[in-house]
């Protein structure tokens, strides 16, 4: 009874908690009281080869410190290639709230000593240049990781908080993604240099708020949609400012990728960045991401000439919200930009009821998910039909933007979901005030802290090969290295 209420006053006090390193404290007591301190030492799990783990980390051990250079890049070019064992499944971080096995996180750690100990040394026979070629190779096998952020309207303030959480940690993704208000977020993420990130998240730069007007009802009609998006581009080009894909490239090293819609059948949905669009100004790949059907109307892209006036891009063709389409685009981040990770921030009104069960355990919990699931199989399935009836309809594109959005993969391998509540549906088109804007920032963070362990373990390797080719290639942009 007594171990019992102690638990429960931690997760009281941890879900008050101001910071990270409160919140871990208490985790660390939560996880001493439950027991899962000594799972963490046991190095023993179905869900890993821990035996390949523990040679291979001594292995590189000894190799590191006898400078056996040849055999330490055959170990870890196989270790890394076969997946290191499978440390990084599921089930190995849904136990301890501080971690997973203290062996996959030693293992990990004498990984990137091997990694940095082969970039920073000077060995025979391993001119830079062909170091550089090995570590570029390497990285590619190796794939890394993307910040994925959903569309939401205000709800995607939330998105704030994760990046936040995760950029004070070093763990925020070079590659990042976003749809609609997640567009505008990692668009105002991937423009800014380290100091003007900071900046922001203390509050030394405040953002502007003031991006929904609703029009009067004669201008509603006109317009065919709710809201003026004059005032969104204006809120978007405070926040973000005018530079192209290629421009915030070169400035930051931080790649953005913003998806929008086509508004005619028969063209696909585009993924911009500075690869696919360098041109195209930010500001209107933001406000197009964000033109909802109905509530903004759509909107076209700019681009930047040679001369640096801004000029229409495809100027024939408009474009609405990137959610309708591909609010997660992981094929186009795979090919791109060699992505094979995703973590995944969820604020999107229509998802969020149903993806908070498939994080839960027990019955309760599992049913609802099944139930949710075959719902959408049955949604799915009567569009299908109704798609194939209407062919030369006119509800034929109706439908297909339903089925689009219905039949969507909504997560990745690691989710943070805005927490669901009925009351906060009352906010989603409206400006936020200072307090409410604070409290989804607030709920951004602490939904990123129980992840941050698992992100690190799982992210290392490649920020480990980011660090490495930015020493040994520093002509290319990079993101600025900041001591944690």
Same mark, same amino acid.
């Given at each position: 009874?007594?171990?019992?209420?102690?638990?429960?006053?931690?997760?009281?006090?941890?879900?008050?908690?101001?910071?990270?390193?409160?919140?871990?404290?208490?985790?660390?007591?939560?996880?001493?009281?439950?027991?899962?301190?000594?799972?963490?030492?046991?190095?023993?799990?179905?869900?890993?080869?821990?035996?390949?783990?523990?040679?291979?980390?001594?292995?590189?051990?000894?190799?590191?410190?006898?400078?056996?250079?040849?055999?330490?890049?055959?170990?870890?070019?196989?270790?890394?290639?076969?997946?290191?064992?499978?440390?990084?499944?599921?089930?190995?971080?849904?136990?301890?709230?501080?971690?997973?096995?203290?062996?996959?996180?030693?293992?990990?750690?004498?990984?990137?000593?091997?990694?940095?100990?082969?970039?920073?040394?000077?060995?025979?026979?391993?001119?830079?240049?062909?170091?550089?070629?090995?570590?570029?190779?390497?990285?590619?096998?190796?794939?890394?990781?993307?910040?994925?952020?959903?569309?939401?309207?205000?709800?995607?303030?939330?998105?704030?908080?994760?990046?936040?959480?995760?950029?004070?940690? =070093?763990?925020?993704?070079?590659?990042?993604?976003?749809?609609?208000?997640?567009?505008?977020?990692?668009?105002?993420?991937?423009?800014?240099?380290?100091?003007?990130?900071?900046?922001?998240?203390?509050?030394?730069?405040?953002?502007?708020?003031?991006?929904?007007?609703?029009?009067?009802?004669?201008?509603?009609?006109?317009?065919?949609?709710?809201?003026?998006?004059?005032?969104?581009?204006?809120?978007?080009?405070?926040?973000?400012?005018?530079?192209?894909?290629?421009?915030?490239?070169?400035?930051?090293?931080?790649?953005?990728?913003?998806?929008?819609?086509?508004?005619?059948?028969?063209?696909?949905?585009?993924?911009?960045?500075?690869?696919?669009?360098? =041109?195209?100004?930010?500001?209107?790949?933001?406000?197009?991401?964000?033109?909802?059907?109905?509530?903004?109307?759509?909107?076209?892209?700019?681009?930047?000439?040679?001369?640096?006036?801004?000029?229409?891009?495809?100027?024939?063709?408009?474009?609405?919200?990137?959610?309708?389409?591909?609010?997660?685009?992981?094929?186009?981040?795979?090919?791109?930009?060699?992505?094979?990770?995703?973590?995944?921030?969820?604020?999107?009104?229509?998802?969020?009821?149903?993806?908070?069960?498939?994080?839960?355990?027990?019955?309760?919990?599992?049913?609802?998910?099944?139930?949710?699931?075959?719902?959408?199989?049955?949604?799915?399935?009567?569009?299908?039909?109704?798609?194939?009836?209407?062919?030369?309809?006119?509800?034929?594109?109706?439908?297909?933007?339903?089925?689009?959005?219905?039949?969507?993969?909504?997560?990745?391998?690691? =989710?943070?979901?805005?927490?669901?509540?009925?009351?906060?549906?009352?906010?989603?088109?409206?400006?936020?005030?200072?307090?409410?804007?604070?409290?989804?920032?607030?709920?951004?963070?602490?939904?990123?802290?129980?992840?941050?362990?698992?992100?690190?373990?799982?992210?290392?390797?490649?920020?480990?090969?980011?660090?490495?080719?930015?020493?040994?290639?520093?002509?290319?942009?990079?993101?600025?290295?900041?001591?944690?």
């Amino acid at each position: 009874m007594l171990k019992r209420f102690r638990l429960k006053k931690l997760t009281e006090a941890m879900a008050h908690a101001e910071s990270h390193a409160e919140w871990e404290g208490i985790a660390r007591e939560i996880d001493r009281e439950t027991g899962m301190d000594a799972w963490r030492r046991d190095d023993e799990s179905p869900f890993y080869n821990y035996r390949l783990v523990r040679r291979d980390m001594e292995q590189m051990l000894e190799y590191r410190q006898t400078a056996n250079v040849y055999r330490l890049l055959d170990l870890l070019h196989d270790s890394l290639r076969r997946n290191m064992g499978d440390v990084g499944h599921p089930s190995l971080y849904d136990k301890a709230l501080t971690g997973t096995k203290i062996l996959i996180e030693d293992y990990l750690k004498e990984a990137e000593r091997g990694l940095y100990f082969l970039c920073e040394n000077d060995f025979p026979h391993l001119p830079p240049d062909k170091k550089l070629r090995l570590f570029t190779q390497a990285a590619h096998n190796f794939g890394r990781s993307a910040l994925m952020l959903s569309g939401g309207a205000t709800f995607g303030i939330f998105h704030l908080g994760v990046v936040r959480a995760l950029w004070e940690q =070093n763990l925020l993704p070079k590659v990042m993604s976003g749809s609609s208000m997640g567009a505008i977020v990692a668009a105002g993420t991937c423009v800014r240099t380290e100091k003007e990130i900071e900046d922001v998240h203390f509050r030394r730069r405040i953002l502007n708020r003031d991006a929904l007007h609703w029009l009067s009802p004669s201008a509603a009609w006109r317009e065919k949609s709710l809201m003026d998006q004059k005032q969104l581009l204006k809120n978007i080009q405070m926040n973000v400012g005018d530079l192209t894909f290629a421009e915030a490239y070169e400035r930051t090293g931080r790649i953005l990728n913003i998806s929008v819609s086509p508004t005619r059948m028969g063209i696909k949905p585009r993924l911009l960045n500075y690869i696919t669009a360098p =041109n195209v100004t930010i500001a209107s790949a933001a406000c197009a991401s964000s033109a909802v059907p109905g509530v903004f109307p759509p909107a076209k892209l700019m681009a930047k000439d040679r001369s640096g006036q801004i000029v229409p891009y495809m100027a024939n063709e408009k474009w609405v919200d990137g959610t309708l389409r591909e609010d997660i685009p992981t094929m186009r981040l795979s090919r791109l930009h060699n992505v094979n990770h995703y973590i995944v921030s969820q604020t999107n009104p229509h998802v969020i009821p149903f993806l908070g069960y498939r994080r839960k355990r027990g019955v309760v919990p599992f049913a609802l998910d099944l139930a949710a699931s075959m719902v959408q199989g049955q949604v799915l399935q009567v569009l299908d039909v109704a798609r194939q009836r209407v062919q030369q309809n006119p509800w034929r594109p109706i439908l297909d933007q339903m089925y689009a959005v219905a039949g969507q993969q909504y997560s990745g391998d690691i =989710n943070i979901q805005l927490p669901f509540s009925p009351w906060m549906y009352r906010l989603v088109l409206k400006n936020p005030s200072e307090e409410e804007f604070e409290a989804f920032v607030r709920m951004g963070e602490k939904a990123t802290w129980p992840q941050i362990v698992r992100i690190r373990n799982q992210t290392r390797i490649s920020r480990c090969f980011e660090a490495c080719l930015a020493k040994l290639s520093p002509d290319t942009p990079h993101v600025e290295a900041r001591p944690l």
